[in-house]
């Protein structure tokens, strides 16, 4: 059997990076994990191509070549999603649908033309779907029932399918699932609320076998959150730390967590250990009442600044997720995010407006309370999905002035600077010594002149180069790559909020009939037993 493996591509995001891709002249920020995951399980005598639709389209070659076509996605993938299952059946090919977007809204791949739906942990539904196969069914839904995956029965991943040069990271997973249940988010839906975990050792494998593909740059631990199941990864970090200083840190590390890792200093020292220098943190807003709300106790438990303070003392970088939006939200809160990512000296956040995603306890809140906005024109932009409960145009203006205000370049070098003269050391190896390619040689070049001599902030930029040069020299590289991580947030930010403000200008008085219903919409208490139930499952 020969399968064709199709990665679609994301809409243009915060996350998608396009500016800094081709700045290191990549063609793709992240690997396509999911599929090369699911390349491992399937039967190993077939034969694999990979497309990653972000780096090429499918050529007439490939559709040719292919017995079967698979595609995952996301659901900012939703759209290529289904051009290209609709491409598929259009050629007479089998097609096969799985990944979290179909897992959530199975309705639209089926719709579009897919014949097989592969739901939930591939782990536990490709067998499943191979045994349809074996019987010669040609359609079909094979679902896990809830049952989770064991992790630690899951293959290395078929990273010899990649060309890894093409990629600025490549990523391994760790663990699923998270402890929390903040009301918006899609991860304990999908994954559970008890994570689940690799062998340490599985990990090592999938790290020495990068290696072996001569991999030297960043690996994301790609998991939900990392220290959801905290004595695990607290066991794996050890493991991973000893493999480092045994190869002199070939790798560098970076990973998504919850802010209470500010919490454990020896958390925090095990993964600086570990070469784990960058952090993806959901802050959401500053604003205690609304993180309440959402069942985020997890960031309201202490001073949300301390604990970003002791996280640059640890030696990471925060990136950091802000919503604005949310019910009850006041007067003013696009400024008090910008408020506080200035003083927090938060150099890279994506700011974005609540989307009710797929089967979240928010989204079934909202829809019971008959809140949700199913005609909204789609767009890249995206505006909320449903009735807000302040007025959507003061929404619109806030995050509007919001992003501005946050990649406003003198805003930004002068948190960048703060942050990087705050950071604590940052374990690197010894005796390995970095070659400089052509392109990053290039893309420091190009840097220099928009930062440095184009741009009015030119002299902030040169009096904080040579400041933490310095005083913190180990924080220079870190200077330097964040201003090239800028020139995607800076372009992407303005396309986002003149995009935005278009889209709700083309609204026009349907925007009252869409968002703002003749009857007030009934908003339901919520009770001491809900919050209760919403309590983290506490893995130690």
């Given amino acids: 059997m020969r399968a064709l493996l199709v990665w679609p591509k994301f809409a243009p995001s915060f996350f998608s990076l396009d500016g800094v891709k081709n700045l290191m002249g990549k063609q793709a920020i992240y690997s396509p994990l999911g599929l090369v995951t699911i390349a491992a399980i399937l039967p190993q005598e077939w ?13 007439e070659s490939d559709w040719d070549w292919a017995d079967i076509v698979m595609v995952s996605g996301m659901i900012t993938q939703r759209k290529n999603q289904g051009e290209i299952i609709r491409e598929a059946k259009t050629r007479g090919k089998s097609v096969v649908v799985g990944g979290p977007f179909a897992t959530s809204v199975p309705n639209e791949p089926k719709e579009a033309g897919a014949d097989f739906l592969v739901l939930d942990e591939g782990e536990l539904t490709i067998p499943l779907f191979l045994d349809a196969l074996e019987r010669g069914e040609t359609s079909g839904v094979f679902m896990a029932d809830g049952e989770k995956a064991d992790m630690t029965q899951s293959p290395i991943p078929r990273f010899d399918l990649l060309n ?66 905290k004595k695990n990864a607290l066991i794996a970090l050890e493991v991973i730390r000893e493999w480092q200083i045994a190869n002199d840190y070939p790798l560098r590390l970076s990973t998504e967590a919850t802010i209470n890792m500010a919490d454990d200093p020896r958390l925090m020292k095990l993964m600086n250990e570990s070469g784990i220098s960058v952090v993806f943190i959901g802050i959401e807003t500053p604003d205690m009442d609304s993180l309440e709300n959402i069942k985020k106790k997890q960031n309201i438990r202490l001073p949300l600044l301390d604990r970003v303070e002791k996280i640059y003392g640890h030696g990471f970088r925060i990136i950091s997720g802000l919503i604005l939006g949310f019910d009850g939200e006041q007067p003013g809160a696009g400024k008090r995010i910008f408020e506080f990512v200035d003083e927090a000296a938060i150099p890279i956040v994506m700011v ?143 396309s986002l909020r003149n995009g935005l403000l278009k889209e709700f200008e083309q609204l026009g008085e ?19 037993t809900t919050v209760a139930v919403n309590e983290p499952i506490l893995v130690d």
């Fill in 47 to 59: 034969s694999f191509k990979i497309v990653d639709c972000s780096i090429r389209p499918i050529s």
């Fill in 510 to 528: 349907n925007r009252f009939d869409i968002y703002y219903p003749t009857k007030e919409p009934e908003v339901k208490a919520k009770t001491n």
């Fill in 164 to 229: 890894l040069n093409e990629y600025l990271e490549l990523g391994v997973q760790f663990s699923r699932g998270c402890p929390f249940l903040c009301e918006f988010c899609d991860i304990p839906v999908l994954f559970g609320r008890k994570p689940r975990t690799k062998d340490p050792k599985q990990v090592i494998a999938e790290l020495e076998l990068l290696i072996d593909l001569g991999w030297r740059s960043t690996v994301m631990l790609a998991d939900d959150n990392f220290i959801g199941h």
């Fill in 352 to 494: 974005n407006m609540l989307y009710a995603l797929p089967n979240t306890p928010l989204t079934n809140r909202l829809e019971s309370e008959g809140r949700m906005v199913l005609d909204r024109p789609s767009s890249s932009a995206q505006l909320s999905n449903f009735i807000l409960t302040r007025p959507f145009e003061e929404v619109i203006e806030e995050y509007a002035d919001c992003l501005l205000m946050l990649y406003d370049p003198k805003n930004f070098i002068s948190r960048l600077r703060r942050h990087c003269l705050k950071m604590g050391p940052i374990t690197r190896g010894k005796k390995r010594k970095k070659t400089k390619g052509l392109f990053e040689i290039k893309a420091a070049a190009v840097l220099f002149w928009r930062h440095g001599i184009k741009r009015t902030t030119r002299w902030m930029f040169w009096s904080a180069f040579f400041e933490i040069l310095w005083k913190n020299p180990r924080a220079f590289r870190r200077y330097i790559s964040c201003c090239g991580i800028f020139e995607h947030y800076y372009s992407y930010s303005l």
